[in-house]
Antibody, heavy 117, light 111 residues
């Protein structure tokens, strides 16, 4: 059974940092591209970032470019999202997503990030 | 970026009756090798999205056959042949043709 378990969310002040983690099981993690997608309260889904299976290629939404960094540790079956210079509009549930050639095959349960003073 | 537009944004359905949701993309989702990267997800209340349909019409593992997808190019449809109570939630379409993945606004289905 595929499982994606996110952690690391919480409350932070504007300008602060958080690191999200997503630990995977039930599939060959090292062969899968992974994404982060976020959903602001009561709003739609927005793609944030992607990392290739070997970690050599990363991509970001314009809104987070230069502030967020995606990385992975294939030995730990974990993908990370380092979020710096957080702003109020970064408040959202962040989902870790396993890619299946252009679709989100499996999603984690999500972790809530709240940016507020 | 590909803009995805869903209609309707809300839908009230009767159990046992059919339901249909449309999704239109601002660009064709057909790639150079003939694959069309349009997916449908259901987000049940309080849960994360779950994949229903990928590549327009392929049902994901474990998805009941009352769900079907159709369409081509820029116009796509998700149909539920006979709605059940467990089908309530928000349905999202998604373009996975290229980055960034983009999603429709979501269609809230209620009974």
């Amino acid at each position: 059974e595929v499982q994606l378990v996110e952690s690391g969310g919480g409350s932070v002040q504007p300008g602060g940092s958080l690191r999200l983690s997503c630990t995977a099981s039930g599939f060959t993690f090292s062969t899968s591209y992974m994404h982060w997608v976020r959903q602001r309260p009561g709003k739609g889904l927005v793609w944030v970032s992607r990392i290739s299976n070997d970690g050599t290629r990363t991509d970001y939404a314009d809104s987070v470019e230069g502030r967020f960094t995606i990385s992975r540790d294939n030995g730990r079956n974990t993908v990370y999202l380092q979020m710096n210079s957080l702003r109020g509009d970064d408040t959202a549930v962040y989902y870790c997503v396993k890619d299946r050639t252009g679709t989100g095959e499996y999603w984690g349960q999500g972790t809530l990030v709240t940016v507020s003073s | 970026d590909v803009v995805m537009t869903q209609t309707p944004l809300s839908l009230s359905v009767t159990p046992g009756q059919p339901a249909s949701i449309s999704c239109r993309s601002s660009q064709s989702l057909l790639n150079s090798v003939g694959n069309t990267y349009l997916s449908w997800f259901l987000q049940k209340p309080g849960q994360s999205p779950q994949l229903l349909i990928y590549e327009v019409s392929r049902r994901f593992s474990g998805v009941p056959d009352r769900f079907s997808g159709s369409g081509s190019g820029t116009d796509f449809t998700l149909k539920i042949s006979r709605v059940e109570a467990e089908d309530v939630g928000v349905y999202h379409c998604m373009s996975g043709l290229r980055l960034p993945w983009t999603f429709g606004q979501g269609t809230k289905v209620e009974i």
